[in-house]
């Protein structure tokens, strides 16, 4: 099974984009105006924009669980600094648990895995980019996986 927000966040990407452009062009015209008042604010609202827009944390997903391997790789939407492809791979009978947690509207999957050490955490991925059924989907995907390997 293979889950991708890529449509999605080339929407996100473009909206964001266009947002932005728009915001810079007000300023221009405020700057062209000679209302100096207006264009800091301006700047204030383009600063407060990307801000808002690093904190939630929106990234691109592909979710695949082919060949008895779960493959998860995400890199961030709207980024100023990084933006390399980060990956988890696992085999699916590593899978110990994973967890969906939701607040505020964005959603972070965690998932634990069996090692030759114990157990290990990977950091949290971000799934706030996600549609509803694409996070239902992965979350029932990862509870069979978990399920069967309760079972051998």
């Known amino acids: 099974m293979e889950i991708s927000n890529q449509k999605r966040s080339k929407r996100i990407k473009q909206t964001f984009n266009i947002i932005g452009i728009a915001i810079v062009l007000i300023g221009l ?4 105006l000679k209302l100096d008042t207006a264009v800091l ?11 808002i827009s690093q904190f939630a944390n929106l990234c691109y997903v592909s979710f ?3 060949n008895g391997k779960i493959l998860i790789r995400y890199y961030p939407i709207i980024s100023l600094l990084k933006k ?6 696992f085999a699916h009978q590593s899978l110990v648990n994973f967890q969906i947690e939701r607040s505020m509207g964005f ?7 069996k ?19 694409e996070i239902e989907q992965i ?8 399920k069967n390997n309760r079972k051998g």
Request: glycine share 6%.
């Open 29 to 32: 015209a405020f700057l062209w």
């Open 107 to 113: 959603a972070d999957l965690s998932i634990a895995i």
């Open 64 to 66: 695949s669980t082919n």
């Open 139 to 146: 979350s029932l995907t990862l509870s069979e996986i978990r």
């Open 41 to 51: 604010i301006t700047a204030g609202v383009f600063a407060i924009y990307v801000g």
């Open 115 to 133: 090692t030759k050490r114990g157990i290990a955490e990977y950091p949290s991925i971000s799934l706030a980019a996600m549609s509803k059924d």
């Open 84 to 89: 390399e492809y980060e990956s988890v791979e």
